[in-house]
């Protein structure tokens, strides 16, 4: 018989995959490859169910003579170790980034006289009750343990401020396709400048934490991606464990805090603040309470150091961040408000000679000449891009009031404005 081959992403198995797998098999001995966990996460979606039961699924079908693991999204490898006489796919990677795949897959084939088979995409009523699926990636208990799981999945996580719940749509739904595969953000930062912003107010810890949480279930109602909370300096160490608590609860991933005391000022503004660094056995007493006080293994607590913004050096940076994770934190947050990345290079390099698995955040606002890829480089595994949804939103809404002042009309003012039916289409439900 001939040898057969087809690769699947998908979570749940519905009619049209049974379809193409009948079809695989009238053409011979069918070897399904699922894709893992990781290579899903990184263009799709988050696995509901992960790979070994993805594999039991395919391995129990009686289309299917064996399975086996594609650990990429290119087929070069799996296919020049199979051997294939017949690769079958549907007809929905003709266009788009998948193309390239497709492309590379036939040239693969000929090296050995196989052939690439195509077959309708089936759409089925099935596919919209999957897609309501989705919504199970909202639930609490799924939301907050999905940060640490990209960790391991991916090198280097892509987040995204959001400070409402339209801007958390934005987040959650916008997706670019490239050369290299369908780009999406990893997660959400609910930063305090925006929350504050956003309501007219400083950013000194002025929006209590009630508001803050009203603002995080406004955006956890119409979204499904992890959220890691801008929590200022975490306040008291006897509120900050109540406050810990009630995030796991809610299904908030983790909380960043910062190495600062006193009255909380933007760390942008650095020394000419007047800003205080807290000591280290201070601040390692709020990061372990705030341990202790967790009620599962999932809710990260993150450490920011601001000894680069406050001039103190790279040694003082490196002493306490050590000390930070010591104290139990799941990660570090180095800062920097320098216009070139090259003292964060210096400690993400420096730190990663003495620990090579904490996570290492960054928020590259001040150096963002530097792409994800050059962060990640540096041992950075998750970038923080912190307030740019509510920096580009303020100008945009001051030229469409301007324009509507000037014309006394808001006919010039619509080719600066989203049509209402598209947002209609990002609203849920619609």
């Not at 995959?17 to 695989?24: E, Q």
């Not at 799924?142 to 749509?169: F, Q, W």
């Not at 930062?189 to 949480?213: N, Q």
Request: aromatic residues 6%; charged residues 25%; negative net charge.
């Amino acid at each position: 018989m001939k040898q057969v081959y087809i690769c699947f992403s998908t979570d749940i198995i519905h009619n049209g995959h049974l379809s193409i797998l009948k079809k695989a098999a009238a053409l011979g001995e069918v070897t399904v490859g699922i894709l893992t966990d990781e290579v899903v996460a990184s263009y799709k979606h988050f696995p509901l169910i992960p790979l070994d039961e993805r594999i039991a699924m395919f391995e129990s079908l009686k289309y299917v003579s064996r399975v086996v693991v594609q650990e990429t999204l290119d087929y070069t490898d799996v296919l020049e170790q199979l051997r294939p006489d017949i690769v079958v796919h549907g007809d929905d990677w003709l266009v788009g980034y998948q193309a390239n795949i497709r492309a590379k897959v036939i040239a693969t084939l000929k090296a050995w006289g196989g052939e690439l088979v195509e077959f309708p995409y089936t759409h089925t009523p099935t596919e919209e009750t999957l897609s309501n699926l989705d919504a199970l990636l909202s639930l609490p208990e799924s939301r907050r343990s999905r940060l640490r799981r990209l960790l391991g999945y991916k090198p280097c996580l892509s987040v995204c401020e959001a400070h409402n719940g339209i801007t958390g749509l934005i987040v959650e739904k916008t997706t670019v396709d490239t050369p290299r595969g369908r780009k999406q953000f990893d997660a959400m930062w609910v930063s305090s400048l925006c929350d504050s912003t956003a309501k007219g107010k400083p950013d000194i810890e002025l929006v209590d934490m009630t508001s803050r949480l009203s603002t995080l279930e406004e955006i956890m109602e119409v979204t499904t991606k992890p959220i890691i909370l801008d929590g200022d300096t975490g306040g008291q160490i006897e509120h900050f464990i109540y406050n810990v608590q009630t995030l796991e609860r809610m299904g908030v991933s983790a909380i960043i805090i910062e190495d600062k005391k006193g009255l909380k000022k933007n760390s942008l503004f650095g020394t000419d603040a007047g800003q205080m660094q807290d000591s280290i056995e201070g601040f390692c007493a709020k990061i372990t309470a705030g341990k202790n006080a967790q009620k599962t293994r999932d809710f990260m607590i993150i450490a920011r150091c601001e000894s680069l913004i406050l001039e103190q050096g790279l040694e003082d940076a490196l002493a306490r961040c050590h000390a930070y994770v010591k104290a139990g934190a799941d990660g570090v947050m180095i800062h920097s408000k320098s216009k070139t990345p090259d003292e964060v290079y210096a400690f993400c390099d420096a730190f990663r000679q003495v620990d090579a698995k904490t996570p290492i955040i960054a928020v590259p606002t001040t150096y963002n000449s530097e792409t994800e890829e050059q962060l990640s480089a540096h041992g950075i595994n998750v970038v923080i891009h912190a307030n740019h949804l509510i920096r580009s939103a303020f100008p945009a809404m001051q030229a469409t009031a301007r324009s509507i002042l000037e014309n006394g009309r808001s006919k010039e003012a619509d080719a600066l404005c989203m049509s209402i039916k598209d947002i209609l289409t990002l609203l849920p439900n619609r």
